[in-house]
């Protein structure tokens, strides 16, 4: 998935926003570090699956070699699916 930084720093302020609204953790620092740990993570899950989904095509690319009965984005698609629940990485 491609995301821009910007949308990034908006959703992780969005949920920052919408934990501190709605009483859900007790803060041990300000809202803008909790902000940026947020989309810290988020962009590390962004490239997480970034990775996977070149994994996932470069393993395509050599099953669906000569097979033209294939569909290759179907294939890219069930191979990250695979990769990710070996991984325990949800999509």
């Not at 395509?60 to 569909?71: H, N, Q």
């Amino acid at each position: 998935m491609r995301v821009r930084p910007g949308q990034v720093q908006a959703l992780a302020q969005a949920i920052v926003d919408a934990l501190f609204k709605r009483d859900l953790m007790e803060p041990k620092a300000d809202a803008v570090t909790i902000q940026q740990r947020v989309a810290d993570l988020l962009y590390r899950n962004f490239e997480e699956e970034a990775e996977l989904e070149r994994e996932a095509e470069e393993m395509a690319d050599r099953y669906v070699r000569g097979r033209e009965d294939l569909d290759r984005r179907k294939v890219v698609l069930g191979i990250k699916e695979r990769l990710a629940r070996e991984r325990g990485f949800v999509l």
